[in-house]
């Protein structure tokens, strides 16, 4: 039995397959890049080994360095999780030559298989039906110009040694062909380093399904059953499930005769998946491809088999038979899997980086998280952005899908933005919960994109309100800012026991809304727009429980400073909470309260200017934005005029009392 074993690989998959190892008895080696130094993974496993600098090529994509971390280590096998090094033979030929044990495929399936077009011919002999197009070896535009146009328009072109949903482009009539192949070919050339193309008919309503198959190196094979991944974005899996919905036992018996057929004509010998396409209504799957490693959306059918697939390739790779046999392989209940990626989606999937300030991990029954990240954990450019994995089992698809959608309600990731409102809404819709789905689901369900629900009643800022007011209440004060004790309205409970009014901003995405707070004993009462709230607040780590008007609604929080982070179903949303010093840097300013002139109230820094000389203000409006105490506070303006002159600009430290801006006082004031 193998007793130590290295990961060639980051984020969640390490951190999934140091589990299985932990219960299995085995010793882990994580391999980091510069920028994955404190990365969880690093954190989780019990040695690593630092193998480069951030740029993947020269870390995570280095087979020697891997080799060498191994030997370094004496990890007696290495597992490459997905991507990264997994499809390429470089790893495991090393690991052949260093006595190594190679978790995964033998280079030759890995090789065969990395060729859509090789595979293709494979698939053919053993007798699986591939979509129908060409694979031709004449790559000429006029052969397959002419191969399309049998096939009937409209057609995708593919890059044969492409993959992760890159290097396909759909072609709808002939004479947008030639420039098509070209763009094509250039593209697979650069992002593949192989030009090859193949033409595959265009299937227009497409569900993705796929089996797990799992071989040992005596010449046993099984499958796991399938999977459903139909709800796609670019090409690219968002949701993943099993077993597939409103799926004819005919079509379901075809995909695991395919599957166990090709896999038994490549003496498949690890853990595998065949992946088929399949046209909306229809009972013929077509074969796409072969992944040779253990896939992203595995999870699924662990849950629903009961079966570690982790650990079933770790032994079939020491050189054990299969464990099981195919009659024992029973499927129980449902599973449903969403990738939690570091994006906006409201903003064209905008990739998002940052800390991680904060994680709220949900509860519930049947509900399972692989991750990569943990409060102060960094995300960076340099890697794909799926932080976590969330997946919910049920005892059938209906629990595991309500299951998912609260996890996700509740599951939040502070300090970096994350696609989970866009998944949520998924889960939620009708036509998922009627397993109603295609490749097209994503488009059709979001016409125009996805947007998060607005807070209309602004029930959402006001939330944010209390929990600041609440987090601000507990804490202490330095003595040294004695000044500030003595700002009374800023206070939300006033020491007489009389109600103290303070002001606040809240502001979101370039929307302020004031508020004015009075603190007491049974809570807050806060008005917004004239009417008035009666909010209280019970919070407990990383949970709130926010009470406004009688109806208690659970959040997600996250107090940094004047920022708070508040999680709403799943998304996160910061508010910045800024209380008003209303006519107190007046006061401390040389001149008498209710003077012109603005001074800063404390020691601090200016963040903002909101003026221009010669600008007209009103009473109260907001002029400078203010820090101090790690608190961002706006100054108003103390009486009505002209701006006449200003002393500080954003960025610059301030002492107590100093004179920021003068204003001319208007006729009337
Ligand atoms: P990759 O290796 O890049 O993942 P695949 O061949 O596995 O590429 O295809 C990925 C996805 O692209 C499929 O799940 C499907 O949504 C879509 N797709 C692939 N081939 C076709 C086709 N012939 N017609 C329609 N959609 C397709």
Same mark, same amino acid.
């Given at each position: 039995m193998i007793r130590k074993l290295l990961i060639a690989n980051r984020g969640e998959i390490a951190c999934r397959v140091i589990a299985t190892c932990r219960r299995m008895g085995i010793a882990s080696v994580a391999v980091y890049s510069d920028a994955d130094k404190d990365a969880?993974?690093?954190?989780?496993?019990?040695?690593?080994?630092?193998?480069? =600098?951030?740029?993947?090529?020269?870390?995570?994509?280095?087979?020697?360095?891997?080799?060498?971390?191994?030997?370094?280590?004496?990890?007696?096998?290495?597992? =490459?999780?997905?991507?990264?090094? +997994?499809?390429?033979?470089?790893?495991?030929?090393?690991?052949?030559?260093? *006595?190594?044990?190679?978790? *995964? =495929?033998?280079?030759?399936?890995?090789?065969?298989? *990395? +060729?859509?077009? $090789?595979?293709?011919?494979?698939?053919?002999?053993? @007798?699986?039906?591939?979509?129908? @197009?060409?694979?031709?070896?004449?790559?000429?535009?006029?052969? %397959?110009?002419?191969?399309?146009?049998?096939?009937?328009? =409209?057609?995708?072109?593919?890059?044969?040694?492409?993959?992760?949903?890159? @290097? %396909?482009?759909?072609?709808?009539?002939?004479? &947008? %062909?030639?420039?098509?192949?070209?763009?094509?070919?250039?593209?697979?050339?650069?992002?593949?380093? &192989?030009?090859?193309?193949?033409?595959?008919?265009?299937?227009?309503?497409?569900?993705?399904?796929?089996?797990?198959?799992?071989?040992?190196?005596?010449?046993?094979?099984?499958?796991?059953?399938?999977?459903?991944?139909?709800?796609?974005?670019?090409?690219?899996?968002?949701?993943? $499930?099993?077993?597939?919905?409103?799926?004819?036992?005919?079509?379901?018996e075809r995909l695991f005769a395919a599957a166990l057929k090709l896999g038994n004509a490549m003496k498949y010998d690890s853990a595998g998946t065949v992946e088929f396409i399949l046209e909306e209504g229809d009972e013929q799957p077509y074969f796409l491809e072969m992944n040779t490693r253990l896939q992203v959306e595995h999870p699924v059918t662990e849950l629903i088999t009961g079966l570690d697939l982790v650990e079933l390739q770790i032994r079939v790779a020491a050189g054990e038979p299969l464990p099981i046999s195919q009659k024992d392989i029973t499927i129980n209940g449902w599973a449903i899997e969403v990738r939690v990626n570091a994006e906006d989606p409201a903003a064209g999937y905008r990739p998002n980086v940052g800390f991680v300030h904060g994680v709220r991990l949900p509860d519930g029954d049947g509900i399972r998280i692989d991750t990569g990240i943990a409060a102060g954990s960094e995300v960076t450019p340099h890697y794909d952005s799926m932080l976590a994995k969330v997946i919910a089992y049920g005892s059938d698809r209906t629990v595991a899908a309500q299951r998912l959608a609260t996890a996700l309600g509740t599951y939040s990731v502070f300090g970096v933005g994350t696609n989970q409102g866009f998944v949520r809404d998924i889960i939620a819709h009708p036509k998922f919960v009627a397993g109603e789905l295609t490749t097209r689901f994503i488009e059709e369900v979001f016409p125009d994109g996805w947007k998060p629900v607005a807070d209309t009643q602004g029930h959402a800022a006001i939330a944010a309100a209390a929990v600041w007011a609440k987090h601000i209440e507990g804490r202490a004060v330095p003595p040294a800012l004695g000044p500030f004790l003595s700002l009374g309205g800023f206070?939300?409970?006033?020491?007489?026991?009389?109600?103290?009014?303070?002001?606040?901003?809240? $502001?979101?995405?370039?929307t302020k809304v004031l508020l004015e707070l009075i603190g007491g004993k049974e809570g807050y009462d806060i008005s917004l727009d004239g009417k008035v709230h009666k909010v209280s607040v019970r919070a407990s780590g990383a949970d709130a429980s926010v009470s406004i008007d009688g109806v208690s609604r659970r959040y997600g929080i996250h107090v940094n400073n004047s920022e708070v982070g508040l999680s709403v179903d799943g998304a996160v949303t910061l508010y910045q909470v800024m209380p008003e010093l209303d006519g107190i840097g007046a006061s401390l300013g040389g001149a008498a309260a209710g003077g012109p002139r603005l001074a800063a109230p404390m020691p601090g820094l200016v963040v903002a200017v909101q003026v221009e000389v010669g600008q007209d203000v009103a009473k109260g409006d907001t002029i400078v934005t203010f820090e101090a105490m790690k608190l961002m506070m706006s100054l108003p303006a103390p009486v009505s005029g002209k701006v006449k002159e200003i002393f500080c600009k954003a960025g610059e430290t301030v002492s107590a009392g100093a004179v920021l801006l003068d204003i001319e006082p208007a006729e009337s004031a």
């Open positions: 969880l993974h690093v954190r989780q496993a019990d040695e690593a080994v630092h193998i480069g =600098p951030s740029d993947a090529a020269s870390s995570y994509l280095n087979a020697d360095a891997v080799i060498a971390a191994a030997k370094a280590t004496g990890a007696e096998a290495i597992h =490459p999780g997905y991507g990264f090094l +997994s499809e390429r033979i470089v790893l495991p030929q090393l690991c052949e030559q260093n *006595g190594i044990i190679w978790v *995964g =495929p033998s280079p030759d399936a890995i090789e065969r298989m *990395g +060729s859509k077009i $090789e595979s293709k011919h494979i698939a053919e002999k053993a @007798g699986v039906a591939g979509v129908p @197009g060409y694979h031709g070896a004449d790559q000429d535009d006029a052969a %397959m110009t002419a191969a399309a146009t049998k096939i009937g328009y =409209p057609v995708l072109i593919k890059s044969s040694a492409g993959g992760g949903g890159r @290097g %396909m482009r759909r072609v709808e009539k002939e004479s &947008d %062909m030639k420039a098509a192949l070209e763009i094509a070919r250039r593209e697979a050339q650069a992002g593949f380093g &192989d030009s090859s193309l193949l033409i595959e008919k265009l299937i227009q309503r497409p569900r993705h399904l796929e089996v797990q198959v799992l071989g040992d190196k005596h010449g046993g094979l099984v499958h796991l059953h399938e999977r459903e991944c139909s709800v796609q974005r670019n090409y690219q899996k968002v949701v993943e $499930e099993a077993p597939a919905p409103r799926l004819t036992e005919k079509a379901r206070r939300v409970l006033s020491r007489a026991g009389k109600p103290a009014v303070t002001r606040l901003t809240v $502001e979101h995405g370039g």
